[in-house]
């Protein structure tokens, strides 16, 4: 790569890793780190650098002991073992990630090193509003929602694979004195009462979404995600399934919700409530009634900046 753009891209690390510019630089930088291998590196360690005084990271290392790899590149990690098991099928995908080491790392430095976005900070006065008390964390991983959501006194129920990420977050909750209910996906107890389903950087990796939370979306009445107007960080592994904001937002409508902060733009979530007058696909349904909450007029739009989500 041009030596020039190398040194612009490193100068440009720390606005890229917290989205502070963006618009075409960020872009810029994504594309150019996607092209060269020396910048990636560059990028990786930046991370691992920014990273290295959270009491996260010490936690993993605490968790994992001498099998603790620092400055491990957990996205060409993923990518390698990815390729290297070829999954097919839902089973083959659930059966990797099951497996994931890589993945492991990749949500504790991506939460570590600051680049994720406070999700907890942004929809937890919202919930509050909304009087939720029971949340179910879908795709939980290692618990950065789980724990503050816990912290501020809502009951969780903690929803993924069992994994490496999964095992990391157990022994996070004892360590933190907080005592929550992991389930696998499609085992969500039915007596299970749940106010909101809260379901952040997951819904790009389900491949059917009325498969996977057509149940759960029936029984909640609000629903947490990302931003969904702002292009999510997907990656080009396989993994990730590419869904425009629109075909999203029409799933959740089908169930009955509408968006209940769509001004909310540069917003790091959206929170979705069910509309009293829309009704969900048959199925079982909750007797309790619908709050009476303002829909949104439009359907959210995709726009930039790209976010830069776990890579």
């Known amino acids: 790569m041009n030596g020039i753009a190398c040194v612009s891209v490193r100068t440009a690390f720390g606005s890229y890793l917290r989205a502070a510019d963006g618009g075409g630089t960020h872009t810029a930088v994504h594309i150019h780190l996607t092209a060269c291998p020396t910048c990636r590196g560059a990028w990786n360690r930046y991370r691992w650098d920014q990273a290295s005084a959270s009491p996260l990271v010490r936690e993993l290392r605490d968790f994992l002991g001498e099998e603790f790899t620092p400055y491990l590149?957990?996205?060409?990690?993923?990518a390698e073992t990815w390729r290297q098991a070829d999954p097919r099928s839902v089973e083959d995908v659930a059966a990797f990630f099951r497996a994931s080491t890589a993945y492991l790392y990749n949500l504790t430095i991506w939460q570590a090193s600051g680049n994720r976005p406070d999700y907890t900070s942004a929809a937890i006065p919202a919930l509050l509003?909304?009087?939720v008390r029971t949340v179910l964390d879908y795709g939980c991983g290692i618990g950065n929602d789980t724990l503050p959501l816990l912290e501020t006194g809502f009951g969780v129920t903690c929803c993924d694979y069992d994994s490496p990420s999964t095992r990391f977050?157990?022994?996070?909750?004892?360590?933190?004195?907080?005592d929550a209910t992991v389930v696998e996906p499609g085992e969500v107890p039915a007596e299970l009462a749940i106010d909101a389903l809260w379901i952040v950087d997951t819904l790009d990796h389900l491949a059917d979404l009325d498969t996977a939370l057509g149940t759960l979306l029936r029984r909640v009445r609000v629903v947490v995600c990302e931003n969904l107007t702002v292009r999510r960080g997907v990656s080009g592994k396989g993994f990730h399934h590419h869904r425009p904001a629109?075909?999203?937002?029409?799933?959740?409508?089908?169930?009955g919700f509408r968006s209940l902060n769509q001004a909310a733009e540069d917003g790091a979530v959206m929170i979705w409530g069910r509309a009293p007058t829309v009704a969900a696909p048959p199925g079982p349904r909750r007797s309790a009634p619908a709050p009476p909450w303002p829909a949104a007029a439009n359907p959210p739009r995709c726009r930039q900046p790209p976010s830069t989500g776990p890579r």
């Open 73 to 78: 590149d957990s996205a060409a990690a993923l």
């Open 129 to 131: 509003d909304h009087r």
């Open 169 to 178: 977050l157990r022994w996070r909750l004892r360590r933190h004195g907080h």
């Open 246 to 255: 629109e075909q999203i937002a029409a799933a959740f409508t089908r169930y």
